[in-house]
Nanobody, 118 residues
């Protein structure tokens, strides 16, 4: 019913920046939480950042102070500004969104590759 479309990934040098965007299309939901996960080769998917309605953002310790998550709820869009990127940030980044409905529904994007390399 809902498609999450990510954009903004790519190749960047260490210390560089990227801005990821994710927009939900299709049926319009009110999302309780929108966020970003990432998965590096051979690693489990991990939560990078999330932002819930009526709450402040959450950041994984590894990205705190470097990444900033924001959302435009009216447009069902979430952003991830990534600064001072490190090689260990290399991963596929996945957008996710959780509805306010009961029961909740969780949606995932296809992922966008972020590669940090010199």
């Amino acid at each position: 019913q809902v498609q999450l479309v990510e954009s903004g990934g790519g190749l960047v040098q260490p210390g560089g920046s990227l801005r990821l965007s994710c927009t939900a299309s299709g049926r319009s939901f009110s999302f309780r939480t929108m966020g970003w996960y990432r998965q590096a080769p051979g690693k489990e998917r991990e939560l990078v950042a999330s932002i819930a309605r009526g709450a402040g953002p959450y950041y994984a310790d590894s990205v705190k102070g470097r990444f900033t998550i924001s959302r435009d709820s009216a447009k069902n869009t979430v952003f991830l500004q990534m600064n001072n990127l490190r090689p260990e940030d290399t991963a596929v980044y996945y957008c996710n969104a959780i509805t306010t409905t009961i029961p909740t529904r969780t949606y995932w994007g296809q992922g966008t590759q972020v590669t940090v390399s010199s």
